[in-house]
C-alpha cells in the first residue's frame, strides 16, 4: 500500500540533496521523494511502500541525521 511518511532531516542544502540523492533512490518500495530545504525542520517527504526503518538508515548511511514526523 503506498503512503506518504515525512520525516525531519540535517540535509540543509542542494549539495546535501546530490550526497543523499544515490541512497534514496536504492531504497526499495520508492517511488517518489524529495527534500523541502526552505523548511526548518528540512523536510524529506517519501512516497510509496518503503519501510521507514530502510529509508532513515539510508539517510543516515549518507551521513545525515533523520527522524519520523507524525
Request: glycine share 6%; with cysteine; charged share 30%.
Amino acid at each position: 500500500m503506498t503512503k506518504i511518511q515525512n520525516f525531519k532531516t540535517s540535509i540543509n542544502c542542494g549539495s546535501c540533496v546530490r550526497s543523499v540523492t544515490p541512497f534514496l533512490d536504492e531504497v526499495e518500495g520508492v517511488t517518489f521523494w524529495r527534500i523541502d530545504v526552505e523548511d526548518d525542520r528540512k523536510l524529506l517527504t517519501v512516497e510509496g511502500t518503503a519501510d521507514e526503518a530502510a529509508i532513515m538508515k539510508m539517510v543516515e548511511e549518507a551521513g545525515f541525521e533523520i527522524a519520523p514526523l507524525p
